[in-house]
C-alpha cells in the first residue's frame, strides 16, 4: 500500500500592465493564485477480508501564481509592493496545499479500511471533505487578504 503525493509543481500565468494599478484591474479579486489538487486511487486485487491489495492513492499539486510583465519597467514603490502582494499570495496558496497534503494522509488512511467495494465513495467523500476545508480556510483569510495587508494590493 503506497500514498504518493507528487511536488507541488508551480506555474504562471501573465499579466501584461506598464503600472500596479492596471496590474489590479486585470486580477480576479477572490483568485489571483490557485492551488489545484488531483487525486486518484488504484489497487490491483481484493484481499479475503475484501479490502484492496496493493492500494495505491495519489495526489499530484500545482500552484498557479501571476507574473507581472512590466515588472521591471515600474517604479521601485511598485515593485516593492508587487513583490510584497506575492509573498503573501504564495503563503496563502500554500495554506492550500498543507490542507491538501494533510488531506492525502487521511483520505489514504481511511481508504486503506475501506472495503474495495466501498472505495469509490469513500474517495469521493474524502475529496468533498477537503474542498470543504478549502472552502472554510478562504472564508477565514478572506481568500488571503486577511491579516491585512494580506493580498491586498495598494497602489503607491
Given amino acids: 500500500m503506497t500514498l504518493v503525493v507528487s511536488r507541488t509543481q508551480r506555474t504562471f500565468y501573465e499579466v501584461t500592465a506598464s503600472t500596479l494599478a492596471d496590474v489590479v484591474s486585470l486580477l480576479s479579486e477572490d483568485?489571483?493564485?490557485?492551488?489545484?489538487?488531483?487525486?486518484?486511487?488504484?489497487?490491483?486485487?481484493?484481499?479475503?477480508d475484501g479490502k484492496?491489495?496493493?492500494?495505491?492513492?495519489?495526489?499530484?499539486?500545482?500552484?498557479?501564481?501571476?507574473?507581472w510583465i512590466g515588472r521591471d519597467s515600474a517604479t521601485a514603490p511598485e515593485r516593492r509592493e508587487w513583490d510584497r502582494f506575492l509573498r503573501a499570495l504564495e503563503a496563502h496558496e500554500q495554506g492550500h496545499e498543507r490542507i491538501a497534503r494533510a488531506g492525502a494522509q487521511t483520505m489514504y488512511r481511511r481508504l486503506q479500511r475501506t472495503r474495495a467495494s466501498d472505495l469509490q465513495d469513500a474517495?469521493?467523500?474524502?475529496?468533498?471533505?477537503?474542498?470543504?476545508?478549502?472552502?472554510?480556510f478562504d472564508r477565514r483569510t478572506d481568500h488571503g487578504r486577511k491579516p491585512l495587508p494580506g493580498t491586498v494590493i495598494t497602489v503607491p
Fill in 123 to 136: 474517495f469521493e467523500e474524502e475529496k468533498q471533505r477537503i474542498k470543504r476545508q478549502d472552502k472554510a
Fill in 52 to 67: 484492496a491489495r496493493n492500494l495505491q492513492v495519489t495526489m499530484e499539486i500545482t500552484i498557479e501564481l501571476p507574473r
Fill in 31 to 48: 483568485e489571483a493564485g490557485k492551488c489545484d489538487w488531483g487525486s486518484g486511487f488504484d489497487y490491483d486485487g481484493v484481499g479475503r
